[in-house]
C-alpha cells in the first residue's frame, strides 16, 4: 500500500541518514558573517511558575576560522551585568574570557565556569554541542507543527551533561530545540528557538529560550 511505502522509505532514510550529516547541514545554516540572537533565560520555581528573568545577547561567528562569539547577560532594565567572549575548537573545546565593562583585562575562564549565578554555564550559549563527534539519529517526529530529525549526541569527556537531544527542522535543518540531560536521563537545561527570519536567503534565529526545567 502507499501508507506501506511511505514507512519503508521514512525507516530507510533514517537508518541512511548520520548525525554527522545532520550537524553540518545545521551549521550550514549559520550565515557567514557576524549575526545577533536576543533571548530571555527563564527560572522557574518547583511549580514551573517563572520567577527571574535575565536579557541574553549572543553575537556569533560560527562559520569563522575559528567560530567566535560572545555573550551579554542583563537586567530586567538592560543593564549589563557580566559578558563573556568564546573561541570554539573541534569535539566542543571551548575557551572563555570574561569582558570587563570597559573592555580592558579580559580574564580567562575556565571551561565550565558558570553564567553569574544562574546555575548555568557559559558554554550552553555557544551551540558547543554542535561539533560533538558521536551521536545517534533516533528518527523523525512532530515539533511545533514541523517535522523534525531527533539526534542524540554523547557527550565528550568533561561535558557538562551526560547527552544533548536535537531537533531539527527536516525541511531547512534549523535546530528547534535542544535538551541537556544528566546520566539518568533527565532533562537539565533546555534551548528552544522561538522565532527565525530569512535574511539574504539565509535563515537566522532571531530569538530563543534557555531555561532549566523544575525537577520533580
Not at 100 to 108: F, N, Q, S, T, Y
Not at 121 to 147: I, N, Q, T, Y
Not at 164 to 188: F, K, M, N, S, T
Not at 189 to 210: F, T
Request: a neutral charge; one cysteine or more; proline letters at 6%.
Amino acid at each position: 500500500s502507499i501508507m506501506s511505502m511511505a514507512a519503508c522509505a521514512s525507516s530507510l532514510l533514517v537508518a541512511t541518514t548520520t548525525v554527522a550529516e545532520l550537524l553540518a547541514r545545521v551549521r550550514s545554516t549559520f550565515p557567514d558573517g557576524i549575526w545577533m540572537v536576543r533571548g530571555e533565560l527563564l527560572f522557574r520555581d518547583a511549580r514551573g511558575e517563572p520567577v527571574r528573568t535575565l536579557g541574553l545577547e549572543l553575537r556569533l561567528d560560527l562559520r569563522g576560522h575559528p567560530p567566535r562569539a560572545r555573550a551579554r547577560l542583563s537586567d530586567a532594565f538592560g543593564v549589563e551585568l557580566a559578558a563573556v567572549a568564546a573561541t570554539l575548537g573541534s569535539e566542543g573545546a571551548i575557551s572563555l574570557h570574561e569582558i570587563p565593562p570597559d573592555g580592558a583585562g579580559a580574564r580567562e575562564l575556565p571551561a565550565d565556569a558558570e553564567a553569574l549565578d544562574t546555575g548555568l554555564r557559559w558554554s550552553d550559549f555557544f551551540f558547543d554541542f554542535l561539533s560533538w563527534p558521536r551521536g545517534r539519529v533516533l528518527g523523525l517526529e512532530m515539533k511545533r507543527a514541523r517535522e523534525c530529525w531527533v539526534a542524540e549526541l554523547a557527550a565528550p569527556a568533561g561535558a557538562r551533561y551526560a547527552a544533548v537531544r536535537l531537533w531539527i527542522d527536516a525541511r531547512e535543518y534549523l535546530l528547534l530545540q535542544a535538551e541537556g540531560r544528566d546520566p539518568a536521563g533527565r532533562v537539565v537545561r533546555r534551548l528552544s528557538v522561538k522565532s527565525v527570519a530569512n535574511v539574504n536567503g539565509q535563515w537566522v534565529i532571531e530569538d530563543l529560550d534557555l531555561e532549566s526545567p523544575p525537577r520533580p
